[in-house]
């Protein structure tokens, strides 16, 4: 067995045959552009699956047409049991959380604020209680401040909590938005090119969280990268888009070698 | 070293928690209150409680009602005058339609009506933002002005739509006095600051900032836009109404209508900007900053021009400074005063070593 052999074979142990998220034939179009032509894919229980393509691809479109943001003009998704498309609270609830392409924080709050927020639908005492809070609001408010400070110490934040997110540094930023996506425990964590504009060693801080993320909560991660090292290095299947469509999906390895894929890259014409 | 986080270890969340963790702010607002209810009804003329204090409480309180609106939630209204005309026509009618009526619960029901017209003119919020949801929140204004105009039921039947406000009564005590209506006034405000501190930093207050920094991210994390955008209609609603209600039985001991125009809306407003947007204490200090400046304005520029003769720019030079802060604190300070005290703090806590 050679190496590489060796690490996907552990790789086909640790992913279930479970398919958690199933798409299907999804159509998207804004006016005339064609954003995404049939696409079809599954994510399985427990993976790390990416998403790549040349810019324009429709890899964002895809992620929101998952949770709900962008409502395709047909196509339907399976999620754990039930198909149909959810509008973006829904996913929320249903245990999807995302991160985004070009930074989403909320800028006007603090790391800690920020965090807390993506645990607010946790939440369950109204308003009344809230205003008085007082008993159970009080205690449930420091439950979830627990939980955040777990995500908090687990990514390394510590020190920047008190920190209006406005005035952090663009990796970090970065950071606190996948925190704020943690926070509210996923299943299903959707990361749109979380190494984007980071420097080398940012890069493999947010690799080494991306793992441990999957390997300790068992979280299944679907993630658009650029990087095509981080994408080897990382996911365990690879659906590669041009032009909208859906022109290969496979293993790393056997995706780097197809030419349809090399072509797309190199920007060879159709 | 007067001003210092470190020291004060804090072992739990709880206490991390705190309406104001660090202590040298806990004891600034023990004692700010501790003057305000012993210090000011002991040394203050009743001339300084009725033309300034009473007023502040009043108006910090219509100050804070628009702040969660706009400052934390980030939808504008210019209806806030009108949404206080509710609640003050609504006080009155409940007072004097149901006598027996204790004034708390008279206040309470005249902030529910309140904040019921302002969760209806807020509906719009679910389609439009920004520009056009002021131009909505405009259209209360003028429709709230017009219907307590013209329907007298609301004024007593009273052809005037003025008409008097009864007397205030604490089980079976009459308000009389500025100290005791200063002292009514105090309690409500005090309560009512609380409660909103809670909400701002509780859930509810988070969800409000994520729908103002960025809509999108805020549902793709659970937050359901409507509603929150519509709790934050009608809890400002609610602190518009009561604050409403005691500027008609405390301060004009009457319901006017020309009162609350859209003069005042935007008087609230300039109190949300000056102030801070986002934050409550920021309410007290847009309050106190648009009730006093025209004074100041007026006895600096009387001594002035007075014997210059030209008396007459005097006014339209007061109208321009006023303009000017506003302009000035839009473009250097969008965070108004709060901000420059929470500076001022900053520097303070690396005071004397600034490096
Ligand atoms: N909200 C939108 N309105 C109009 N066109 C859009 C919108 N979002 C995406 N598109 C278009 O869809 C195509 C795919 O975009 P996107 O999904 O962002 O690609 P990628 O993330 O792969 O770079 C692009 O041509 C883009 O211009
Ligand atoms: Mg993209």
């Known amino acids: ?270 | 070293m007067l001003y210092r986080e470190t020291g004060q270890i804090k072992t739990d969340y709880k206490s991390d928690m705190a309406m104001f963790p660090i202590a040298q702010d806990r004891w600034f607002i023990y004692g700010c209150v501790a003057v305000a209810v012993i210090g000011l009804p002991l040394f203050a003329s009743s001339y300084i409680i009725e033309a300034f204090l009473i007023p502040i409480l009043i108006w910090s309180l219509a100050a804070l009602s628009l702040n969660m609106l706009l400052g934390y939630c980030g939808q504008l209204s210019l209806g806030h005058g009108a949404f206080m005309a509710v609640g003050a026509y609504a006080a009155y009618n409940f007072a004097t339609r149901i006598p027996e009526l204790n004034i708390f619960i008279v206040f309470i029901l005249a902030g529910l009506c309140a904040a019921a017209v302002s969760v209806l003119f807020g509906l719009p919020s679910m389609r439009i933002k920004g520009f056009y949801l002021a131009v909505s929140t405009l259209a209360a204004q003028f429709v709230i002005e017009w219907v307590f105009s013209t329907v007298t039921w609301f004024s007593g039947d009273n052809a005037m739509g003025t008409v008097d406000t009864p007397a205030i009564v604490i089980f079976g005590y009459k308000l009389e006095s500025s100290i005791d209506l200063y002292m009514f006034c105090l309690v409500i405000n005090i309560v009512l600051f609380v409660l909103a501190k809670n909400l701002v930093r509780g859930s509810v207050g988070r969800s409000w900032m994520a729908i103002r920094d960025m809509d999108v991210a805020a549902s793709v994390i659970g937050i359901r836009l409507l509603p929150a955008k519509l709790l934050a209609f009608g809890v400002s609603g609610f602190y518009a109404g009561v604050a409403g209600a005691m500027y008609a039985f405390v301060y004009l001991k009457a319901c006017d209508i020309t009162s609350f125009d859209l003069f005042q809306s935007f008087n609230i407003l300039f109190m949300v900007i000056i102030g801070g947007m986002g934050s409550v204490m920021g309410a007290y200090f847009g309050a106190a900053f648009i009730l006093l400046l025209p004074i100041v304005l007026n006895i600096t520029f009387q001594t002035f021009f007075a014997t210059s003769g030209f008396a007459g720019l005097v006014s339209n030079i007061e109208h321009m400074v006023f303009g000017g802060l506003i302009m000035f604190f839009l473009i250097v300070e969008p965070l108004g005063l709060a901000r420059l005290w929470s500076t001022a703090k900053e520097k303070l806590r690396l005071w004397p070593f600034p490096h």
């Open chain 1, 1 to 270: 067995m050679t190496a590489t052999e060796e690490i996907q074979s552990a790789a086909d142990q640790r992913i279930s045959d479970e398919v958690l998220m199933s798409v299907r034939n999804i159509r998207l179009s804004f006016g005339g552009v064609k954003a995404l032509r049939d696409v079809s894919f599954d994510i399985a229980k427990g993976e790390i699956r990416a998403i790549i393509g040349p810019n324009g691809a429709g890899k964002t479109s895809m992620l929101n047409v998952i949770n709900g943001v962008y409502h395709p003009q047909e196509g339907t998704i399976f999620y754990k049991g039930k198909t149909g498309l959810m509008k973006p609270h829904e996913a929320a609830t249903k245990g999807i959380s995302r991160t985004f392409q070009n930074l989403a924080l909320f800028r006007g709050m603090t790391t800690l604020d920020n965090i807390m927020t993506g645990r607010n639908m946790k939440i369950k005492r109204n308003f009344l209680w809230q205003a008085l809070r007082w008993g159970p609001a009080q205690r449930e408010e420091s439950e979830n401040r627990e939980a955040v400070e777990r995500v908090i110490g687990f990514l390394e934040i510590e020190s920047i909590r008190k920190t209006p997110v406005g005035r952090l540094p663009y990796g970090l930023q970065k950071r606190v938005e996948l925190g704020r996506a943690l926070a509210a425990e996923p299943e299903l964590l959707l990361l749109d090119e979380p190494m984007s504009g980071m420097n080398v060693e940012e890069k493999e801080d947010m690799c080494r969280f991306i793992l441990d993320v999957n390997d300790e909560f068992g979280t299944t991660i679907c993630l658009i990268e650029h990087d095509m090292s981080v994408v080897m290095d990382i996911s365990d299947r690879v659906v590669v888009l041009d032009y909208g469509s859906k022109i290969a999906d496979d293993t790393p390895n056997e995706v780097r070698a197809n030419q349809a894929v090399i072509d797309a890259y190199l920007g060879v014409s159709h």
